[in-house]
């Protein structure tokens, strides 16, 4: 897959009143501060798309991009840490969770997890709560160029261990690096082969 073009499209706090559910979504998600944006910069080269932040929290809205003018690319509030009210969080909570079950042409959402750090509890239970809700999704570990070799098959190895200690197979699982491009062929392809997904349903 090649992006043409990428353009921001809108920001929402209801998936009711998202674009009309008229082409495939792909859904972006990961702990406060994880490098989403970063990522998604990188994989539609375009620098300033998506909003970056070195605060936790940044992306507060349901964010939808228009890319090639026939998929949404959707760049989603992080989970976890930031620096707001325990009112806020759990409005972004019921946001998030209110999209990834209602939104009809949603066909997977990237979950990113920091390479760097050995599995966390709120990334292991995000992640079984979608497998619970029957909502798939594949694993992108980003920042990997912080880390040699042996520290990311480490860290990695360890997700894979807890994972497989509830799921029979693992998802499709990606290293990534926005500030190397790291991935960029492999995250854009696995999309390529999810899309005919949307016409088949």
Not at 125 to 133: D, I, L, N, R
Not at 170 to 193: F, H, M, N, Q, R
Request: glycine share 4%; charged share 25%.
């Amino acid at each position: 897959m090649n992006i043409i073009s990428a353009d921001f499209l809108c920001s929402n706090t209801d998936y009711r009143k998202c674009p009309a559910s008229d082409k495939p979504e792909f859904a972006f998600i990961g702990r406060s501060n994880v490098g989403k944006s970063s990522l998604i910069n990188m994989l539609t080269s375009r620098k300033g798309l998506a909003k970056t932040s070195g605060t936790p929290g940044k992306t507060q809205l349901i964010n939808h991009f228009i890319i090639n003018n026939n998929w949404y690319l959707v760049d989603l509030p992080g989970y976890g840490f930031a620096k707001t009210s325990q009112t806020n969080r759990e409005k972004w909570e019921k946001m998030i969770r209110d999209y990834l079950l209602n939104r009809e042409n949603l066909l997977t959402t990237l979950v990113l997890i920091d390479s760097r750090l050995k599995p966390q509890l709120i990334d292991l239970e995000f992640m079984q709560w979608m497998g619970e809700s029957n909502l798939p999704f594949a694993i992108i570990f980003t920042k990997t160029d912080k880390l040699t070799k042996n520290e990311l098959a480490s860290n990695m190895s360890a997700y894979n261990k807890k994972l497989l200690d509830y799921w029979e197979e693992l998802p499709v699982i990606i290293k990534s690096s926005a500030e190397s491009t790291t991935g960029k062929d492999e995250i854009l392809k696995y999309l390529d082969e999810v899309i005919p997904l949307y016409n088949a349903e």
